[in-house]
């Protein structure tokens, strides 16, 4: 594992933005099509903005996926998820081969599942981007996170920390206001992805960073399964880097 640390956000993001497009343009090239995941959220606003500032990539020949999005929550909600990538991705570059969305309001939440599901296995994963949540969670998969199922999407409860910091952030007007449930890519799922990126700003989740860079690899730490992978990149700032010893660029 990789890990990177840069000054401030903005860095942080030039650099993990850098690495994906690099990747992406190397896949087009070598294989006429990349297949990737995009995360949402706070962290990923400066990795989107170099993205979307590239404009030699070749975005016809992308198939995107996305993480997790909130059950019940409709797609014109500031919180969407799928709101969030629209506007703030797919609206600024040329359309994409396909773009599989999830739809947390399907009226049937386990055929949303299987259908996502039986699509990314029909397209493995070259390039993933993930955050870390403040309680460790990778994708929306909060400890103890599920590390066995083989399912590539699955319905999960959000905890107290993870509901906490969706408000905390303001994508809510009430902590009442935040989804329980969410359909999430598995842990399982987020692992079979050839190279990831992973993107954590912020010294709020220097906690999260430590446990799951420096404590055992563990459900109760989701993130830390990714020390586990074979190509993957932790972009760290500063801040988020703090509680780290020794800081700087290294690996593990």
């Known amino acids: 594992m990789k890990i990177v640390v840069k000054e401030t956000p903005a860095a942080l993001g030039a650099a993990a933005g850098k690495d994906a497009a690099d990747r992406i343009r190397t896949v087009i090239a070598e294989k006429g099509q990349a297949n990737v995941i995009l995360a949402t959220g706070t962290s990923q606003f400066e990795t989107l903005r170099y993205l979307i500032d590239q404009t030699d990539i070749d975005w016809s020949k992308v198939v995107m996926f996305h993480l997790d999005e909130y059950i019940g929550l409709p797609v014109t909600a500031p919180a969407s998820f799928r709101k969030y990538l629209q506007e703030r991705f ?87 206001d935040v989804p329980k449930q969410a359909i999430s890519m598995s842990v399982r799922q987020i692992m079979k992805s050839k190279a990831i990126i992973c993107s954590v700003p912020d010294e709020r989740k220097a906690t999260a960073v430590r446990n799951c860079l420096e404590r055992e690899i563990s459900n109760q730490f989701p993130a830390s399964i990714l020390r586990e992978h074979a190509d993957c990149a932790y972009y760290l700032d500063s801040a988020s880097a703090s509680l780290l010893q020794p800081a700087g660029e290294k690996v593990l």
């Open 90 to 176: 797919l609206d600024k570059v040329a359309p994409l081969k396909a773009a599989y969305l999830v739809n947390g309001e399907a009226a049937d939440i386990e055929a949303e599942c299987n259908r996502l599901g039986k699509l990314i296995t029909e397209h493995p994963i070259d390039i993933a981007l993930v955050g870390v949540g403040e309680n460790g969670h990778l994708a929306f998969n909060d400890p103890p996170a599920d590390f066995a199922t083989p399912a590539p999407y699955i319905v999960v409860n959000l905890d107290a920390q993870c509901r906490n910091q969706q408000f905390a952030e303001g994508w809510f007007a009430t902590i009442d």
